[in-house]
């Protein structure tokens, strides 16, 4: 019996709810039968994969794999994953850190083929981490398909929350931020910025992205993002500043104005 998860209404209310039944919904949604059997699977024969040939050549491995970092529209293109699995993140000219997406990145390095002569499948504890970030990416893709920003926001909540805590300066993690598309798209709503924000330089997008973050939560880093609060107040402001954008164009302005005084009144929860 398979189970999707409840959003019964959109917007922040609909947030509100699914953090709330969070728990439970996450513990039903990866009982499934299909979703045991694959972590199985994958318990049983990661530490056999020594090479990113190896993983390439297992479609069920190389499936959760992906998957884990967001990258599992990327499955048919096997030979651009071995290249950047193999190629590592140690060289600045490694293919991994060429690529704006800084996904590839990380998910270069959780494996290590090109950066170690021991693989990171060899941990003992490798399997457990890629796993819950297997989890959390499925249950993620799963609200995605009732509710994209939804799905959305609670990717930033993990990945920006990772980023915020790493030892990298706060200019990488800004690029990093603004390379990863769904932070990128969180930031951009959340923050107000135009549609050709992309478009302009990158360090201007920088500076303008740090100038608005400095308004909004005191700070111009990607650290204070640590602060649970600062987080919710994002997540919030994107939801909020979304739910209004798509409905703008069949509201007029006083309909879009008592929009928002709604949504915003569910602050207090």
């Known amino acids: 019996m398979s189970f999707a998860p409840v959003i019964p209404i959109s917007g922040y209310a609909g947030w509100v709810f699914l953090k709330r039944t969070m728990d439970k919904q996450t513990e039903a949604f990866n009982k499934q039968t299909v979703f045991q059997r694959e972590e199985a699977y994958f318990r049983d024969n990661i530490k056999q994969i020594r090479t990113a040939d190896a993983l390439v050549d297992d479609p069920r491995l190389l499936r959760i794999a992906l998957t884990a970092y967001g990258l599992e529209a990327d499955m048919p293109n096997k030979f651009f994953i071995r290249k950047v699995l193999e190629e590592g993140t140690l060289k600045t000219d490694s293919l991994a850190n060429k690529l704006a997406d800084s996904r590839y990145k990380e998910f270069t390095n959780a494996f290590g083929f090109g950066n170690f002569s021991v693989p ?13 970030k297997y989890r959390d990416q499925r249950f993620q893709e799963a609200v995605g398909e009732q509710n994209g920003d939804m799905r959305l926001a609670l990717n930033a909540e993990v990945e920006l929350a990772h980023l915020a805590g790493s030892s990298s300066s706060d200019a990488s993690k800004w ?60 997540v919030r402001n994107f939801l909020i500043r979304s739910e209004v954008l798509a409905s703008s164009s069949g509201l007029q302005s006083g309909q879009i104005a008592l929009s928002l005084l709604q949504q915003i009144s569910y602050q207090r929860f």
Do not use: H, N, W, Y
Not at 120 to 132: E, G, P
Not at 205 to 231: L, R, Y
């Open 120 to 132: 990171r499948t060899q941990l003992s504890d490798f399997a457990d981490k890629m796993l819950a």
């Open 175 to 234: 690029f990093s931020v603004l390379g990863s598309p769904r932070l990128r798209e969180v930031f951009e709503k959340a923050f107000g910025l135009p549609s050709g924000f992309a478009t302009i330089d990158i360090d201007k997008q920088v500076e303008m992205i740090k100038e608005k973050a400095k308004a909004s939560f005191g700070e111009s880093t990607v650290a204070q993002f640590t602060d649970s609060e600062k987080m919710q107040k994002l």
